[in-house]
């Protein structure tokens, strides 16, 4: 006898991953919203190296996401 996902396993998973999806998207907006309040890059040379200093010990993918947003709020 095969094995047979039921459709309600992959309807409740593709829900899961709907809200995972939003969750995340709405999370990265409220981000990108509190990046674009800054009015400069980095308000003062000790911001600038707090800022360093947390993104250095973050995750690489997750740091180079954050920089590409500051670097984007700043050029909008």
């Known amino acids: 006898m095969a094995h047979r996902i039921s459709l309600s396993t992959i309807l409740a998973d593709a829900r899961d991953g709907l809200r995972n999806s939003r969750a995340s998207r709405a999370a990265r907006m409220t981000l990108v919203r509190e990046l674009a309040g800054y009015s400069t890059p980095y ?3 000790v911001e600038q190296i707090e800022m ?3 993104l ?3 995750d690489p993918d997750s740091a180079d996401q954050i920089r590409d947003m500051v670097q984007r709020s700043f050029a909008a």
């Open 43 to 45: 308000s003062t040379p």
């Open 52 to 54: 360093d200093a947390i």
């Open 56 to 58: 250095d010990r973050a």
